[in-house]
């Protein structure tokens, strides 16, 4: 579990008198529905939306821009997580030195892009080249656990990383969510080293975890990358004519991974959306004309995204929409395309949206908390919380301040441990104290985030409430 960078010795000293508590406004409901009966049924039934990207971006470093690629001015509804999957990331011993100390430029490039939007880092993961990241809205921190990362490598006889996979699991409402990113084998003729690959990659890929340690025991598996299927028997001219007329369907039964979906028991259960976009893959550098140079690759549409949804979830994609019973997640494909207007690499970008519909299993975070009062730089800030009876909590839980726009749980502008001189104000209401000196000066909006050792992320987040910055009047 990141522990904060700060040690417990560095903590700024409490000063010997406190003022008196404010009124107490965090009203203790548990056990109760605070928003009627009708409110709780809308949230159980609502439904939360995902934006997949996966990009080959051949050791090429970010665009200028990815508003486009991530649908900021076209969704007609806000994205409550983002799932972006590259691969071929520049691994070249420098860089990836460099990677290991420090972020990497596309994970900087994503995180400072998002976080002013209120999506937070919330997972990642690296293996040479293949890079997966995760980003939530952060109103859904509380209801985001258990997460885990895993990887496997394929490449050289599993002994090198330039292939294989990387995968991120996290509980979302209490639906275990998997998103896998791989980087399989390439040329036509290896069909089927790619399947076996990908076998080899569920087999390796295993979370430390009692719930659901395989990628195929989560309820809801999403799977994107590189995968290298290409089209088979065709000729360049006639699938460059078919491209030109957008006749795309002319190729879909010569796709060798549409077939291998209906012949290869291990992509049982996989579905996808329709290939309506041109495809993606090979390119000339900065351009939408397909491979000049002397080899001529044949257009492939090498970069996909699939789900499955797990049998005990009794949910199901297109197929069972006209379903009339409850089903406890849904899934539904919104938008499957590709952007053709990035060409920093010889891979055009894929984008995925999609509609889950599910039942929320909890409604209410396991520790709620708030400022009191307020809060002034060189004056002591007063956070009162509480927590679920069934919270596991910990001497090593901490409330972090952090200012609106925070990119990752580590991104806190102070901290204080929650049992540090910790006062008991009301029955399971407890109140901890912030030293004036760590107020920042500066002021802005802030939220307080209470972080769990034991779960190893941010359990409650508070409303964003105003710091005024200091001034000559308002000085201590």
Known sequence: ????????????????????????RLVLNRGRDREGRGAEARRRGAGARLHIVTWN????????????????????????????????????????????VFN?????????????????????????????????????????????????RTGAYGYWGNKGGVAARLSVYGHLLCFLN???????NNSGQRITSFQRILAALQFTSEKAPAILDHDLLFWFGDLNFRIADHGLRFIRESIGRNRFHLLWDKDQLNKAKT???????????????????????????????????????????????????QAGGSESQGSNAKKPLTVNLNVYDSQMEYGVSDHKPVLGTFSLELEKRFLEPLVELQPEGEWMPGNDGIISYCTAHDYPCSSWDWIGLYKVGFRSD???????????????????????????????????????????????????????????????????
Not at 1 to 24: T, V
Not at 183 to 188: C, D, I, Q
């Open 57 to 100: 971006v051949g050791t090429a470093g970010p665009p200028d821009d990815v508003t486009t690629l991530l649908q900021l001015e076209t969704q007609t509804r806000e994205t409550d997580m983002y799932i972006i999957g590259l691969q071929e990331v520049n691994s070249k011993v420098p860089s990836f030195l460099v990677d290991m």
């Open 410 to 476: 580590r991104d806190y502008v102070t901290y204080v441990w929650v049992k540090d001189d910790e006062l008991t104000v009301h029955e399971d209401v407890y109140q901890v104290y912030l030293n004036g000196e760590d107020v920042p000066e500066g002021g802005g909006d802030y939220f307080l985030c209470y972080y769990s050792s034991n779960m190893e992320g941010i359990v409650g987040v508070s409303r964003s409430f105003q710091v005024p910055p200091l001034t000559a009047g308002t000085g201590v």
């Open 182 to 188: 791989c980087h399989l084998p390439a040329h036509l």
């Open 263 to 313: 012949m290869e028991p291990v992509l049982s259960g996989f579905l996808e959306g329709q290939l309506l976009f041109k495809p993606t893959y090979k390119f000339n550098l900065d351009s939408i004309d397909y491979d000049t140079s002397e080899k001529k690759r044949k257009p492939a549409w090498t970069d996909r995204i699939l789900w499955r949804i797990s049998e005990h979830s």
């Open 104 to 152: 990497d430029p596309w994970t900087i490039f994503f995180t400072n892009f998002l976080a002013p939007l209120g999506y937070i880092r919330v997972s990642s993961i690296r293996m040479q080249g293949l890079l997966l990241l995760v980003y939530v809205k952060y109103l859904h921190l509380p209801y985001v656990r258990d997460l885990r990362t895993s990887y496997a």
């Open 1 to 24: 579990a990141p522990i904060p960078l700060i040690s417990a010795a560095r903590q700024p000293a409490r000063p010997f008198k406190r003022p008196p508590p404010p009124p107490l």
